[in-house]
């Protein structure tokens, strides 16, 4: 029983990631700045890599051979203090940024709450990992959004 609910667990983050890639994919639609799209692309590819990684755990899990292992992250909290700008044309290169790092947060609070439901062992494991995942592309992302929209002045 416990081996179902981890692949139906699996599932639903390996569509959860498709939907991410999908999203940032379109989004790179929504400006023309090279940066802004060079970054969204890099994020895209990176909910790419997290589907494989979740596959990948899923046949690792029916083998019983599954290991994780869980990264710092610097979690800022910049996100929480802005307001998520809405989805348009020609957006503006840090309000791409700001954008993904509400929807990384947002990923990240989805695998921490499911976490957070399950007892200690595998699936619990893996969902942790995930949020840890969607936290390190927050963190980028509101350090590219600082960067963008607080730039540096001839005074230092």
Known sequence: MAEKNLTALIDMAIER???????????????????????????ADEEKKHKAFL???????????AKLQLNEVTYYKIAEHEKEPEVSENMARESIFLLAAHRELRAHNF???????HPDGDPKQMLLKMANEELKHKEKMEYLYTNAAFGQTSGG
Do not use: H, V, W
């Not at 695998?111 to 439901?117: I, S």
């Open 55 to 65: 596959e990948n755990y899923r046949k690792e899990a029916e083998g019983g051979s």
């Open 17 to 43: 990631e498709g939907e991410a890639y999908t999203f940032y994919m379109d989004l790179t639609q929504k400006t023309s700045d090279p940066a802004a799209k060079d970054a969204i692309l890099f994020i």
């Open 111 to 117: 695998y921490r709450e499911l976490a957070g439901a």
